[in-house]
């Protein structure tokens, strides 16, 4: 996490800040650096430093501490966004690419969401639970309409022969019903076969 207002800085951040190559800092001051200041929580593969604790320790002083309240602009990892909002990093990720959450911004080579972003997702959990996450469909299954059953398709397909109504399609019984073509045709078929047209 990088807390609102900090400014995060990777390893070679830190040797520039101090003067000194990164061959330098690591040979001659990284241990007592590591010792002193510890990793901002969640970050690795670059592990990020707290920039006001960095400058803190160059200069000799007290190294303050990281602010303790959350914030809706602290910067999460994939693995800290999926954790608030109850799903895995890998399904950050994904929801990221079909705007299930907001695509994150890169830094030091990874992606980024605010709190506020992982709340949002939360709360979208919380909205659509039962609903697969990441399927297209986002309204909940407890709201959609119920397909037409093979009897209601039977029925339309005796009303035509009997000149009540016009040509049973997959298109028309599709609009009807509001399902796909696919499975207007299938149900049609099914209704035939059970020998009811």
């Known amino acids: 996490m990088i807390p609102h207002g900090r400014p995060a800085l990777d390893i070679d951040s ?10 330098t800092f690591e040979r001659h001051h990284a241990a007592a650096f590591r010792a002193a200041v510890t990793p ?6 670059p592990l990020l430093y707290d920039a006001a604790q960095v400058d803190a320790h160059l200069a000799g002083e007290p190294v303050p501490a990281l602010p303790t ?4 602009s602290d910067l999460l990892t994939d693995a800290e966004a999926g ?4 799903v ?14 907001a695509p994150g911004r890169e830094l030091y080579g990874r992606r980024w969401w605010t709190r506020a972003e992982a709340d949002a997702r939360a709360a979208r959990k919380t909205e659509f639970k039962g609903r697969t996450p990441g399927a297209r469909d986002t309204t909940p299954r407890s709201r959609r309409p119920k397909g037409p059953t093979v009897d209601q398709v039977a029925a339309e397909l005796h009303r035509a022969a009997a ?5 049973v399609t997959a298109v028309g019984i599709a609009m009807q019903y ?7 045709e299938r149900l049609i078929a099914k209704a ?4 009811h047209s």
Do not use: Y
């Not at 954790?83 to 109850?86: E, L, P």
């Not at 000149?163 to 040509?167: A, D, L, T, V, Y």
């Not at 509001?178 to 207007?184: E, G, H, K, L, N």
């Open 14 to 23: 830190v040797a520039q800040r101090a003067g000194v190559s990164r061959s």
């Open 40 to 45: 901002l929580p969640g970050s690795k593969r």
């Open 69 to 72: 309240e959350p914030d809706p």
């Open 83 to 86: 954790a608030i909002a109850g």
């Open 88 to 101: 895995t990093a890998s399904t950050i990720r994904s929801d990221a690419t079909t705007g299930l959450i």
């Open 163 to 167: 000149g009540h109504r016009g040509p």
């Open 178 to 184: 509001d399902v796909s073509t696919r499975t207007a």
């Open 192 to 195: 035939r076969t059970a020998g």
